[in-house]
């Protein structure tokens, strides 16, 4: 192959990538719900993180341009002709204005990156919680999210409720990271950037939703054989609304007569000793508060949609839903199971 032909394919591949990974994401569909697009962030601080990123993205481009162009022009315009007579060119040494704009240029081109890097980690990471911020603490577990309202007395699993923040009232949601066994990764990419999860420390962030929504999120960091499966979501809700969700989930589990047979299993069973159902005998912290259960929309971190069908094949054996997962079959007759889950859905 020819010299010229071969670094023209070179040059094709490289644009071809440089451009998919510029351009790519933000041909994704631009529906907040459901979208893990970094490029178009719903959040204060995702947002400031993305005008440092197209900073950085814009002088890059910048460079790639000028070094690539030049590069260019001298390989087609200096290349090897038929009739060349073979010498060497002419070697020159050293040029006191070239050396003194290359050595110059990358030293600004840096120290601004440095400074808008600088000021943005310090706006992200100095944020102090104004009063009436919302304060959550995650505890990164194999291989879902135990979620703490600590001011408000809930627990729940794998499904944030935050309100809103509007500019008439803004309403942060400050997040304390803890790790029950391994590191993990918190990430909801319109949200805010990843902040690692890890063992016997705390770290800290914070989000603030401009939009309700579902944001889907996931452990970024691998932790074992379920870390696909420890997915997360951030239901961003309009004030009220959040209101009544925190409401609903205060309320004492429901006591319904007609499941008392499952109920009464239930206790009888070593579900109790992994499984927390507020109010009750069962204070296990090792898998999911149940105390409202059926709120929420997945089973095993996002593995299925938590429905009748799918809850009952979780409870027969977990393992053929999310391999691995703490939680053993615990061989349960048919009639067991039946009532147990009939247990669990009325835990709303
Ligand atoms: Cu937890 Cu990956």
């Known amino acids: 192959m020819k010299k010229s032909s071969r670094w023209l394919i070179g040059t094709a591949f490289f644009v071809f990538i440089a451009t998919t990974l510029l351009l790519g994401p933000g041909f994704a569909a631009d529906a907040p719900t459901g979208v893990t697009n970094i490029f178009r962030p719903l959040s204060i601080p995702a947002q400031a993180i993305r005008e440092v990123s197209l900073l950085v993205l814009a002088i890059c481009a910048g460079i790639f341009l000028v070094v690539g162009g030049l590069l260019a022009y001298t390989v087609v315009r200096f290349r090897q002709r038929p009739g060349d007579d073979g010498r060497e060119p002419p070697q020159i040494y050293g040029s006191n204005q070239l050396e003194f704009a290359w050595t110059v240029i990358p030293i600004v081109t840096v120290f601004v990156l440095f400074l808008a890097t600088a000021r943005t980690i310090y706006d992200v990471q100095g944020a102090i919680p104004p009063a009436d911020a919302l304060n959550v603490t995650v505890v990164g577990h194999q291989w879902w999210w135990e979620i703490r309202y600590p001011e408000l007395g809930i627990v729940t699993a794998n499904e944030m409720h935050v309100p809103v923040s509007e500019s008439s009232k803004r309403r942060p949601t400050f997040l304390k990271l803890e790790s029950a066994d391994v590191a993990h990764s918190f990430w909801v990419p319109q949200l805010a950037g990843k902040t690692d999860v890890i063992p016997n420390r705390e770290n800290r962030m914070w989000i603030e939703p401009l939009q309700p929504g579902t944001y889907v999120g996931n452990c970024a960091e691998y932790c074992g054989m379920q870390h696909a499966h420890m997915l997360l979501r951030v239901i961003v809700h309009p004030a009220e609304d959040f209101e009544k969700w925190a409401m609903a989930q205060r309320q004492p589990p429901v006591d319904d007569p007609q499941a008392r ?86 835990l709303k």
């Open 261 to 346: 047979a499952g109920r009464d299993l239930f206790f009888s069973t070593s579900c109790i000793n992994c499984h927390t159902v507020r109010g009750t005998q069962a204070a296990g912290t090792f898998g999911p508060d149940l105390t409202h259960l059926m709120s929420r929309e997945t089973l095993g971190a996002g593995t299925v949609p938590n429905t009748a069908e799918k809850l009952r094949a979780w409870v027969r054996d977990p393992q053929t839903i999310k391999e691995g997962c703490n939680m053993p079959d615990m061989q349960l007759t048919d009639t067991q199971l039946n009532q147990i889950v009939a247990y669990l859905l009325t």
